[in-house]
């Protein structure tokens, strides 16, 4: 039972312009979403995060949507770099889920490819 | 701080074998998580510890996991009588809990089982 989703396992885009990445929820308890970075032989690097109270956070070239309604939220890089291809994940957690360990539910992720 | 360590970077073992592996975290954060990583799958969450308390272990950490924080700083995972189907990638993550600021990672240990 996947209840974090990305259902495209990789995006190719050219250099300059805008890499969009989608991730679906299905736990309603989910109250704080995440995404990280991720190079080969490293572990996750955080990159920018949203709280459910909001539907917009932006950070530099980073910029995260969320749909509550829909249980979407969608990752944008603009303008997408070479130095942007990396598998991103998308990550959730519930606030209320036992003893406030805040523990992450991953996607399967997306492997970005940005071409020069 | 030079961020969250772990040690071995790469460990081969023989079927049965025990294996230990170790993470510092970050020293002001006082949580610390374990979580798992296959091919073609996200990291999935394998324990957590608060301080020195483990307060939450998955079902994926069968009987022969185990997990310490002995004084609140540095963690071991320890797998017994290891089995093929424990090649993965073990990742270390620890956190202040303020959720906005996500964990820190590690770089893993990447155990292959033969």
């Known amino acids: 039972d996947q209840q974090v989703k990305q259902n495209s396992p990789s995006l190719s885009v050219q250099e300059g312009r805008i890499s969009i990445l989608n991730c679906d929820y299905t736990n309603s308890m989910f109250d704080y979403f995440l995404w990280y970075k991720k190079y080969p032989a490293e572990g996750p690097t955080f990159l920018i995060s949203i709280s459910s109270i909001k539907d917009k956070n932006e950070d530099g070239r980073f910029t995260v949507f969320l749909n509550k309604s829909a249980k979407h939220l969608s990752l944008h890089i603009v303008p997408s770099q070479p130095g942007d291809s990396a598998v991103y994940f998308c990550?959730?957690?519930?606030?209320?889920?036992?003893?406030?360990?805040?523990?992450?539910?991953f996607g399967k992720g997306t492997l970005l490819t940005v071409n020069p | 701080d030079t961020g969250v360590s772990q040690d071995p970077r790469h460990k081969i073992t023989k079927r049965g074998q025990n294996v230990t592996f170790r993470c510092d975290p970050i020293?002001?954060?006082?949580?610390l998580y374990w979580y798992r990583q296959t091919l073609g799958q996200g990291p999935e969450f394998l324990t957590y510890f608060q301080n020195e308390a483990q307060l939450e272990k998955s079902r994926l950490l069968s009987d022969r996991f185990s997990a310490e924080r002995p004084k609140g700083s540095f963690s071991t995972l320890e797998i017994q009588r290891t089995e093929q189907g424990d090649s993965a990638m073990y990742l270390c993550?620890?956190?202040?809990?303020?959720?906005?600021?996500?964990?820190?990672f590690g770089s893993g240990t990447r155990l292959t089982v033969v």
């Open positions: 993550a620890s956190s202040s809990g303020i959720r906005g600021f996500g964990y820190t």
């Open positions: 020293s002001e954060h006082n949580r």
């Open positions: 990550a959730a957690s519930a606030g209320n889920s036992g003893g406030s360990n805040y523990k992450l539910t």
